[in-house]
Nanobody, 115 residues
């Protein structure tokens, strides 16, 4: 299993980013996928999750309509669209899957929200 995130960067408050996670080594369309994030000095926290059919669940504290998770099963790619970004969204964002009996994580992509 390999998960490779991309799309992070530096963005001003109020801006947008779209993260991607390219997956390989398993049948992508058969598994729930998720996003987590870890802010500096804090624990990794759940952002949201999506079923193979596209049903999504988000952390209640999180996104309040600002973030949208989607997937393209044909491309084995997971997405996280982030709008109206705030400085407190600054974190390392990780892609996640529970597949083949184990949890798997990508290396993370850094999102920094700052003016």
């Amino acid at each position: 299993v390999q998960l490779v995130e991309s799309g992070g960067g530096l963005v001003q408050p109020g801006g947008s980013l779209r993260l991607s996670c390219a997956a390989s080594g398993f049948t992508f369309g058969g598994y729930d996928m998720g996003w987590y994030r870890q802010a500096p000095g804090k624990e990794r926290k759940f952002v949201g999750r999506i079923t193979p059919g596209g049903r999504t669940t988000y952390a209640e504290s999180v996104m309040k309509g600002r973030f949208t998770i989607s997937r393209d099963n044909a491309k084995s790619t997971l997405y996280l669209q982030m709008n109206s970004l705030k400085p407190e969204d600054t974190a390392l964002y990780y892609c996640w899957v529970l597949a083949l009996g184990s949890e798997h994580w990508g290396q993370g992509t850094q999102v920094t929200v700052s003016s």
